[in-house]
């Protein structure tokens, strides 16, 4: 009865870990996945649309998906696309590209990922918290727009510098600034 008890023991062990290695391979197999959709796409979507550097990032003008989107542009590492063309003689996506690539650094020192997941919580909280600007006060979006007129600010800034505007008051972003992501 021993001996059964222990074969038993072994037969439930076993298939125990081999339920515990199949999920930990399909974990990690979503997890190559997602990590394959959130690094790759942007630079095959980038690639694939004949686009060019502009200022030493990679730019998606005139996209489709920004328009659908209903925004100016968009930043995912380590992409920017914008509705409209990234150079006119007008300047203004001179502004929104160094908007876009505040968040590039924002993306980059965060790893990426846990960027989105922290956009996303800091949103969904302000939202539930009544903020009267949940958008403008996300520290990513508060450091881009309170910044995006200092051409310098790229080359001085600190990283992980938008942890100081977690606690920034409510602001109004400066006039003229669509929506941006
Ligand atoms: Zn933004």
């Avoid at 989107?69 to 509705?83: D, G, Q, T």
């Avoid at 009267?132 to 790229?154: G, I, Q, T």
């Amino acid at each position: 009865m021993k001996a059964l008890d222990r074969f038993e023991g072994v037969i439930l062990g076993s298939a125990a870990l081999a339920c515990a290695g199949l999920c930990t391979l399909s974990a990690s197999t979503c997890g190559l996945m997602l990590a394959a959709v959130i690094y790759l796409l942007p630079v095959a979507w980038w690639a694939l649309s004949g686009a060019a550097m502009r200022d030493g990032t990679r730019v998606i003008e005139h996209s489709d998906i920004v328009d659908w989107l209903e925004v100016e542009a968009i930043a995912l590492w380590p992409c920017v696309a914008l509705s409209g063309a990234a150079l006119t003689a007008k300047g203004n996506p001179t502004r929104t590209l160094r908007h876009e690539r505040i968040h590039l650094a924002q993306q980059s020192e965060c790893l990426v990922l846990p960027f989105y997941a922290l956009y996303l919580a800091e949103g969904l909280i302000r939202y539930m918290a009544r903020d009267p600007l949940p958008y403008d006060n996300m520290c990513f979006e508060a450091e881009a727009f309170d910044n995006e007129r200092r051409p310098s600010y790229l080359r001085k800034r600190q990283r992980f510098a938008f942890l100081n505007y977690f606690t920034s008051r409510t602001r109004s972003r400066c006039p003229g600034n669509g929506d941006m992501l």
